[in-house]
């Protein structure tokens, strides 16, 4: 069992820079592929990154690529987002989430585990 709380998100002005945190309970963090998913209003959950459970492969989503990176510190069991050059776009409530599975195989079905979300806002 994992439990995950997200933190980080609020509001800023298109142009502007977030960082979300993730930090999981358990020893078994180094274990499990990490992501970031989104969920804007009325849409469906959607893919955003995700990273391996040595932090050298990562996979983005082509809206965010270039933008974001994705890191982890196994040490303190938390993962990150920073978020650069937001557009309005980007506004949605950001979930984490483990896996077990690989970053690969997240991407396309989500994880195991979920955190509660943390909102981004992100003004014109």
């Known amino acids: 069992q994992v439990q995950l709380v997200e933190s980080g998100g609020g509001l800023v002005q298109a142009g502007g820079s977030l960082r979300l945190s993730c930090e999981a309970s358990?020893?078994?963090?180094?274990?499990?592929?990490m992501g970031w998913f989104r969920q804007a209003p009325g849409k469906e959950r959607e893919f955003v990154t995700t990273?391996?459970?040595?932090?050298?492969?990562?996979y983005y989503a082509d809206s965010v690529k270039g933008r974001f990176i994705i890191s982890r510190d196994n040490a303190k069991n938390t993962v990150y987002l920073q978020m650069n050059s937001l557009k309005p776009e980007d506004t949605a409530a950001y979930y984490c989430?483990?896996?077990?599975?690989?970053?690969?195989?997240?991407?396309?079905?989500?994880?195991?585990?979920w955190g509660q979300g943390t909102q981004v806002t992100v003004s014109s």
């Open positions: 989430s483990a896996a077990l599975s690989p970053g690969a195989t997240m991407r396309e079905r989500g994880g195991d585990y």
């Open positions: 990273i391996s459970t040595n932090g050298i492969v990562k």
């Open positions: 358990g020893r078994t963090f180094s274990s499990y592929s």
